[in-house]
């Protein structure tokens, strides 16, 4: 079966497409009966033999939707448009997914306390922090007049279960 149907050309920003005719099942950019116009997207402009257009359509070839659409446009044949794609239907479960993620985030938000509170807690708590570290870092070294050796005082380093582990003594 004939078809009748947009051979992309040009460069690759810049397309245009030739209007042809070959086999339905063809590839478009190998061998074609007839080069029959071109169309130029970024000017919307369309060249084509309207004469060769009709007589190939009179010999029982058809054509895609959007060359039906482009030649309603520019009157070249008569009829009604085509809708030429149509939008795709969500998968159930990503529409779920959705779902389970929306109501995940209200209700985080919901459970959120205001900013201005979080705000003041956070300086506070890193505050604290700040001087427990500086403490735990930094081991005293004191001097041993029998033995003339330093010995490093114990550090103790905080952790999250509030137990102190101390570390072993240099001599």
Do not use: C
């Not at 929306?102 to 459970?111: H, M, R, S, V």
């Not at 900013?115 to 001097?143: C, L």
């Amino acid at each position: 079966m004939l078809a009748i149907k947009l051979a992309k050309t040009g460069k690759t920003n810049k397309r245009m497409f030739r209007l042809i005719i070959s086999e339905k099942s063809r590839d478009p950019y190998g061998r074609v009966l007839e080069i029959l116009g071109s169309y130029n997207p970024h000017s919307k402009e369309l060249q084509a033999k309207g004469e060769r257009v009709k007589y190939w359509l009179s010999q029982g070839a058809q054509m895609t939707k959007t060359v039906n659409n482009l030649l309603l446009e520019n009157k070249i044949i008569e009829g009604e448009k085509v809708v030429a794609s149509k939008p795709g239907k969500k998968n159930k479960k990503k529409l779920e997914q959705i779902k389970t993620k929306e109501g995940k985030k209200a209700t985080a938000d919901n459970q959120k306390s205001s900013p201005s509170e979080k705000k003041a807690d956070q300086v506070s708590d890193n505050s604290e922090e700040k001087v427990e570290t500086e403490k735990a870092t930094t081991p005293e070294i004191t001097e041993d007049k029998d033995n003339n050796k330093e010995k490093v005082a114990e550090v103790v380093t905080p952790q999250k279960d509030d137990s102190a582990e101390t570390s072993t003594e240099k001599a």
